[in-house]
């Protein structure tokens, strides 16, 4: 037993000593729910290559008032839909016409949102329950389609346990929580003195739900955080050495969503070896995606037992909504004990917990669509020579109108990618993103790689990305 599995079964015994360990009992909604164990896939249609309706993911449209408000720069709140969903039209635009884009700016990695046995599953779902107990999980929210999709994620995460939450946001939230009351519980009575604080250790670049969670924690004064360079082992590893607290975390996004870079996971293992911290990692973009099981950035660097925490989503390459913490079962018991975000939400509504089991068996199962995504990141790589690392592209532009005016030239050339500004990102970082799925095809990168040439210098992008790996 480490000092971490020891910090938390004493702040369990707190709990459990003034009542306040809480318990999810799950409800039985079906007894001929056809899934008996996290992995069966009886009843389960799968495919072996690229289909119309993943086509489906990658092809939308938006209406010519969208169209033109986009164009120039018009503010939107998405008012040009009138009350009964139809678009309004302007003068000189057609009643109910549309311009067709190809997308590329989404998150479904896979292309799996519109497979056909994950619609099933949410369908049938929905007939048999409709939406579910409404409420939150440790009232009556939680159901035995809950539980089955935990253990189906903890079983890909290689972990112990699984606790799912309303979001990913809500996951990072609900884990920086009980974080800070480990402290809290173990103090001798009132807040924690500096030195029994955790020392939260935090990249530059994480996403805005684990800075959120850190700041409301350290409000609490139950945390102490120190930022360290994005990616920077040495800083980081400086940070440890001096701080003269006992109890560590070190949390990181594993592949980075506005830069499209992982974090130095090899590295970090090395130094959690060296300091005894808690590695904590977001792993939102890389599960499904990475690994040859799909298991993530953790599986991708063969350092799964090395991690101690697992976030996720199921609103990325899932296709689906929610979030998940992938832990031991203590950890778990300690964040639906105090992990607010998490306690006082309502519990995702069944149907779509079906449609994300569905969706990790598909996954795990359809190996081909993670070859696919692949495969167009090394199509992208060979015909701009930018030496991209994963399924994000990060074309920084610069200022925000060189941005703002590239990505309309790429509405006008068919294809839908937004220009990412303050306060995503930092001022004069500004960028278009682009994101790659396994519903592209190379014709697809092709087409894209030609418009881009229009108001991207690739030969510049190319260098600055080399220089700025060099300096990770």
């Known amino acids: 037993m480490n000092s971490w599995d020891e910090w938390v079964e004493l702040a369990l015994l707190k709990l459990e000593s003034r009542k306040l360990l809480r318990s999810l009992r799950p409800i039985h909604l079906s007894k001929d729910l056809n899934m008996l164990s996290s992995s069966n896939a009886d009843g389960f249609e799968f495919f072996d290559e690229l289909r119309q309706w993943d086509r489906e993911t990658v092809e939308v449209q938006i209406s010519e008032t969208t169209y033109h408000q986009w164009l120039q720069d018009i503010p939107s709140s998405g008012d040009e839909f009138g009350c009964n969903g139809v678009a309004d039209t302007e003068v ?122 850190i700041r409301l924690a350290e409000k609490q004064k139950s945390i102490a955080v120190f930022v360290y360079r994005h990616c920077d082992m040495r800083h980081l590893n400086d940070l440890l050495t001096n701080c003269t607290m006992k109890r560590k975390v070190v949390i990181t996004d594993s592949l980075f969503s506005m830069d499209g870079d992982f974090a130095p996971m090899l590295e970090l293992v090395k130094l959690r070896k060296k300091h005894g911290f808690l590695l904590a990692i977001d792993d939102a973009h890389a599960t499904f995606v990475c690994g040859e099981t799909g298991g993530g950035a953790a599986e991708l660097f063969n350092c799964e037992s090395d991690v101690d925490i697992c976030l996720g989503t199921l609103s990325k390459a899932a296709g689906c909504h929610g979030g998940f913490i992938a832990c031991s079962k203590k950890w778990k018991q300690l964040i639906q004990s105090r992990g607010r975000s998490f306690i006082f939400s309502t519990s995702t509504p069944v149907p779509l917990i079906a449609a994300a089991h569905a969706a990790v068996v598909v996954a795990k199962k359809e190996m081909w669509r993670r070859r696919a995504i692949w495969n167009r990141v090394q199509d992208f790589r060979d015909l701009t020579g930018i030496p991209i690392t994963s399924p994000i592209i990060s074309l920084i532009v610069g200022n925000e109108a060189t941005a703002l005016q590239s990505s309309r030239h790429l509405l006008l050339l068919g294809f839908h990618i937004t220009a990412i500004r303050p306060p995503t990102v930092a001022p004069n970082s500004c960028r278009l993103r682009i994101t790659l799925s396994a519903a592209h095809t190379l014709g697809d990168i092709r087409k894209l790689i030609a418009a881009l040439s229009q108001c991207v210098n690739f030969s510049e992008i190319g260098f600055y990305c080399t220089s700025w790996n060099a300096r990770l």
């Open 92 to 213: 000189g635009a057609s009643a109910g016409t549309f311009k067709k884009l190809i997308l590329f700016s989404g998150n479904d990695y896979l292309g799996l949102s519109s497979h056909p046995t994950i619609i099933k599953a949410a369908t049938q779902a929905v007939q048999r329950h409709g939406m579910g107990p409404r409420g939150s999980a440790l009232i009556c929210g939680y159901t035995n389609y809950h539980r089955l999709l935990e253990s189906s994620l903890a079983e890909l995460k290689n972990k112990e346990d699984c606790l799912l939450c309303p979001t990913g946001f809500s996951a990072n939230m609900a884990f920086m929580a009980a974080v800070g009351n480990v402290s809290m519980l173990l103090a001798n009575g009132g807040q924690p003195s500096v030195d029994a604080r955790v020392a939260v250790f935090s990249d530059a670049l994480n996403h805005a739900s684990i800075i959120d969670g």
